[in-house]
């Protein structure tokens, strides 16, 4: 049974496919597929305007043990889920790795060093500052992009008056 609106202008992908190994609908595309590794099928789901599937994995065989179980309206809500989940995940961990801050006391002041890695393509960088313990800026210097922030670096900057850090 296949089943498919088109909302799209003449000529354009369906925004809605419903069919036994393609589903398309709300952004997302799941896409049955032989899998290379063994004799069995993996699903791929693809968030509209990627190049890349958000997520790849094993996908239940059929009755006959030969071909794929078809998609239905259940199994795709619940592959969006995991997909965004996984989208959700990687964009944690990216931002971890390119925003860290230690928090610390020196001189009866607190403060709150951060390091903002600028992933440019052609230069990339680091911003490090430092706060107050009321949230004001007080020093921001260029730093290399493999600058280490931890708390005995923090407190060298500090002591060293917020001067930029040596390479």
Same mark, same amino acid.
Not at 21 to 48: P, Q, S
Not at 79 to 101: G, P
């Given at each position: 049974?296949?089943?498919?609106?088109?909302?799209?202008?003449?000529? =354009?992908?369906?925004?809605?496919?419903?069919?036994?190994?393609?589903?398309?609908?709300?952004?997302?595309?799941? %896409?049955?597929?032989?899998?290379? =590794?063994?004799?069995?099928?993996?699903?791929?789901?693809?968030? =509209?305007?990627?190049?890349?599937?958000?997520?790849?994995?094993?996908?239940?065989?059929?009755?006959?043990?030969?071909?794929?179980?078809?998609?239905?309206?259940?199994?795709? %809500?619940?592959?969006?889920?995991?997909?965004?989940?996984?989208?959700? %995940?990687?964009?944690?961990?990216?931002?971890?790795?390119?925003?860290? #801050?230690?928090?610390? #006391?020196?001189?009866? #002041?607190?403060?709150?060093?951060?390091?903002?890695?600028?992933?440019?393509?052609?230069?990339?960088?680091?911003?490090?500052?430092?706060?107050?313990?009321?949230?004001?800026?007080?020093?921001?210097?260029?730093?290399?992009?493999?600058?280490?922030?931890?708390?005995? #670096?923090?407190?060298?900057?500090?002591?060293?008056?917020?001067?930029?850090?040596?390479?």
């Amino acid at each position: 049974m296949s089943q498919a609106s088109n909302n799209a202008s003449s000529g =354009d992908i369906p925004d809605t496919i419903q069919e036994a190994r393609l589903w398309r609908d709300k952004g997302w595309t799941a %896409r049955v597929i032989k899998n290379e =590794d063994d004799d069995g099928w993996a699903v791929a789901m693809i968030k =509209d305007g990627e190049p890349e599937p958000a997520l790849v994995g094993p996908w239940t065989m059929g009755r006959d043990k030969k071909n794929p179980k078809p998609l239905d309206g259940n199994a795709f %809500r619940t592959l969006v889920k995991t997909a965004c989940e996984v989208i959700r %995940r990687h964009e944690q961990q990216l931002h971890a790795q390119l925003h860290k #801050s230690v928090q610390l #006391s020196h001189a009866d #002041s607190d403060y709150t060093v951060r390091l903002q890695i600028i992933p440019d393509e052609y230069e990339p960088y680091a911003e490090l500052s430092a706060a107050d313990q009321f949230g004001e800026e007080i020093a921001r210097v260029r730093v290399a992009p493999h600058f280490k922030l931890n708390r005995q #670096s923090a407190l060298h900057w500090i002591e060293q008056d917020f001067r930029r850090p040596a390479e």
